[in-house]
């Protein structure tokens, strides 16, 4: 139900919405591509949409260059997104 990424990933991340699933971008990890994972923990560089089902926690050391999409957030200072921070309260 985890993946955590300390390399590369070139490519879409994807999970069902009613899992308990969770991908984690380490300080060391790059994700070029969508992510679409309930849960969502970035502390590395993003170049692509982040869809969070349900929560979305952004570190001090995350990059991210694309909108993201979330229930609930955690932000850190010092994240920074280049892109729009968008709600989704789940209703639609």
Known sequence: DQLYVNG????DLFA???Q???VV???TG???GDIRVPNV???GHVEGNVHAGRRVELSAGAR???NVYYRLMEMEL???VEGQLLHDDGAG
């Open 8 to 11: 590369v990933v070139r490519g």
């Open 16 to 18: 069902n919405d009613d």
């Open 20 to 22: 308990e699933a969770t």
């Open 25 to 27: 971008v380490s300080a």
């Open 30 to 32: 790059r994700v070029t």
């Open 41 to 43: 923990v970035i502390s």
């Open 64 to 66: 991210v260059r694309g």
């Open 78 to 80: 010092g994240a920074m």
